[in-house]
């Protein structure tokens, strides 16, 4: 291959063909909430890629405003699953916040569940879970916090359809 040739997209690692339904562009709208916060909602792009003899899954995600289109949140950051079915995802946050999350997924459900091991840089969050799943080709999402005010609540979800 040369260096202006893109690698072909069905050569992925084989660690990564598990989730490769993933990879790709997905774009919908969700909701936000928290007891100390006012709900909202927002519209989220979430893109995962990988590279052909990696066993890692590029992850970026951004939303904005669904009013105005004004930028929120932002983040990105690294998925290794394993061929045992178990995860290690790295996340940094456009907060300064950066997640090290563990968890499992089920190729048969196509769910992913992970859970922080370490939220650094946060003064208040003390706990992050992501829970993802495919819904009717749908990708479905869940995330609870937990804070030093209070134990694990609701937080984030959305759906996204891919493009």
């Known amino acids: 291959m040369d260096s202006v040739t893109p690698p072909s997209a069905a050569a992925v690692h084989p660690v990564i063909v598990p989730l490769s339904y993933l990879l790709g562009t997905w774009r919908g709208q969700g909701e936000g909430g928290y007891p100390t916060i006012n709900s909202f909602s927002y519209g989220e792009e979430l893109h995962f890629s990988s590279n052909p003899g990696k066993p890692v899954i590029a992850y970026n995600q951004k939303t904005w405003k669904l009013n105005s289109g004004e930028p929120m949140h932002a983040e990105s950051g690294y998925w290794r699953p394993k061929p045992d079915g178990t995860i290690e995802v790295v996340i940094a946050q456009s907060t300064g916040i950066v997640e090290v999350q563990k968890g499992t ?23 992050i879970t992501r829970d993802f799943e495919l819904v009717n080709g749908d990708l479905s999402y869940v995330v609870q ?10 937080h984030l979800k959305a759906l996204l359809k891919k493009l």
């Open 145 to 154: 916090m937990a804070t030093n005010l209070t134990g694990i609540q609701p």
């Open 105 to 127: 997924y089920n190729t048969q459900d196509k769910t992913i569940k992970l859970q922080s091991q370490l939220v650094g840089n946060a003064s208040k969050v003390k706990e």
